[in-house]
T-cell receptor, first 111, second 115 residues
Framework: NAGVTQTPKFRVLKTGQSMTLLCAQDMNHEYMYWYRQDPGMGLRLIHYSVGEGTTAKGEVPDGYNVSRLKKQNFLLGLESAAPSQTSVYFC??????????FGPGTRLTVL | GNSVTQMEGPVTLSEEAFLTINCTYTATGYPSLFWYVQYPGEGLQLLLKATKADDKGSNKGFEATYRKETTSFHLEKGSVQVSDSAVYFCALGHWEVDSNYQLIWGAGTKLIIKP
């Protein structure tokens, strides 16, 4: 099993550009999450999903959109990137409301 | 509301020293408590957890006890190794009013072990 994978690992964008981060899990988990990690702030939840076709807002959803068309994939979109979105993005999944399994992260820089 | 507070780092220790990383929480109800570890360049991994008061979670020589009276979940290890160098996150898991389960994260504590 690959667990949770994220694509890409690194990306540099210019302000105003758009991009999509892909998260995939092969553990048949119902729950999936997108977090951002900034220095000294721990993890902050952007959006999450409790099953295929569902999404919900987390703590910091503004500027991001998500989709969960297939159970194993959870996409995070930035429609118009801003420097404030420079961060490390982590995807996670879980079988239910319990401990989560994390991907390796995507380091995004917005110039 | 619910929150998690961890001791600020970095914490620097010599190999074989005793480790304590403090974590306190504020919560309504009966949350679960977690410690996650993040090694350099990697994602977070669950280290241990406790789901009710007085439970002790343990893994890889690390331990933490869920203390409801002091609202704490301090991480301890008797003898640290260089390979334990990482960032450690304390987290609280709880059910929200809309029946969704959320994890609340501490800011993380960087641990540096010198040989």
């Amino acid at each position: 099993n690959a667990g949770v994978t994220q694509t890409p690992k690194f990306r540099v964008l210019k302000t105003g550009q758009s991009m999509t981060l892909l998260c995939a899990q092969d553990m048949n988990h119902e729950y999936m999450y997108w977090y951002r990690q900034d220095p000294g702030m721990g993890l902050r939840l952007i959006h999450y999903s409790v099953g295929e076709g569902t999404t919900a807002k987390g703590e910091v959803p503004d500027g991001y959109n998500v989709s969960r068309l297939k159970k194993q994939n959870f996409l995070l979109g930035l429609e118009s990137a801003a420097p404030s979105q420079t961060s490390v993005y982590f995807c996670a999944s879980s079988p239910g409301p319990t401990s989560q399994y994390f991907g390796p992260g995507t380091r995004l820089t917005v110039l | 509301g619910n929150s998690v507070t961890q001791m600020e780092g970095p914490v620097t220790l010599s190999e074989e020293a005793f480790l304590t990383i403090n974590c306190t929480y504020t919560a309504t109800g009966y949350p679960s408590l977690f410690w996650y570890v993040q090694y350099p360049g990697e994602g977070l991994q669950l280290l241990l957890k406790a789901t009710k008061a007085d439970d002790k979670g343990s893994n890889k020589g690390f331990e933490a006890t869920y203390r409801k009276e002091t609202t704490s979940f301090h991480l301890e290890k008797g003898s640290v190794q260089v390979s334990d160098s990482a960032v450690y996150f304390c987290a609280l898991g709880h059910w929200e009013v809309d029946s969704n389960y959320q994890l609340i994260w501490g800011a993380g504590t960087k641990l540096i072990i010198k040989p």
